[in-house]
T-cell receptor, first 111, second 113 residues
Framework: GESVGLHLPTLSVQEGDNSIINCAYS??????FIWYKQESGKGPQFIID?????DKRQGQRVTVLLNKTVKHLSLQIAATQPGDSAVYFC??????????FGAGTRLTVKP | DTAVSQTPKYLVTQMGNDKSIKCEQN?????MYWYKQDSKKFLKIMFS???????INETVPNRFSPKSPDKAHLNLHINSLELGDSAVYFC????????????FGPGTRLLVL
């Protein structure tokens, strides 16, 4: 079946380093992608999004890259801080408005 | 001000009981959702609802039913609770069904004993 998945379930980085969280998707009809951040004990929080007609989008310290050829999505966090420690989810929306979430990657930032 | 709120935050109950979780959003959004997050952090949509349409994920047991007294509220009723219902349940809202960005509540941690 079609699914949203992650290459790495956990990622540990040193404070100040850059982080890259990856996501693979298999639904070629998906036209919109979102990254969410979920801190411990809280609900998911929107970080950044990208549409399928783009391959890169930048926010504050975050960049999302979309490679439609290999159906790959990544979230890059620059100068990772302790406050970035959380579980990160990618989500995809297909043209029938069905939003599906990936399994999540836990990012741990070491001081 | 809390945009999307849920009560209770924690819910511990016995198998076979009936319980409800309440959700309120003060964002003026038209569409609300319920998600279930299991112990492995996997988020799965259960329902999406606006004043025109209820969309049910076909994998959700009919023991689960959403009820919306008004546009700002979407409550989740669960009958005959089972051990496998233990999870964190998140309510979310968006401007309309076609708006992708969803705002999530803090979650309700349900434990069925």
């Amino acid at each position: 079946g079609e699914s949203v998945g992650l290459h790495l379930p956990t990622l540990s980085v040193q404070e100040g380093d850059n982080s890259i969280i990856n996501c693979a998707y298999s639904n070629s009809a998906s036209d919109y992608f979102i990254w969410y951040k979920q801190e411990s004990g809280k609900g998911p929080q929107f970080i950044i999004d990208i549409r399928s007609n783009m391959d890169k989008r930048q926010g504050q310290r975050v960049t999302v890259l979309l490679n439609k050829t290999v159906k790959h999505l990544s979230l890059q966090i620059a100068a990772t801080q302790p406050g970035d420690s959380a579980v990160y989810f990618c989500a995809e929306k297909s043209n029938n408005n069905d939003m599906r979430f990936g399994a999540g990657t836990r990012l741990t930032v070491k001081p | 001000d809390t945009a999307v709120s849920q009560t209770p935050k924690y819910l511990v109950t016995q198998m076979g009981n009936d319980k409800s979780i309440k959700c309120e959003q003060n964002l003026g959004h038209d569409t609300m959702y319920w998600y279930k997050q299991d112990s492995k952090k996997f988020l799965k949509i259960m329902f999406s609802y606006n004043n025109k349409e209820l969309i049910i994920n076909e994998t959700v047991p009919n023991r689960f039913s959403p009820k919306s007294p008004d546009k700002a509220h979407l409550n989740l009723h669960i009958n005959s609770l089972e051990l496998g219902d233990s999870a964190v349940y998140f309510c979310a809202s968006s401007q309309d069904p076609g708006t992708e960005t969803q705002y999530f509540g803090p979650g309700t941690r349900l434990l069925v004993l």
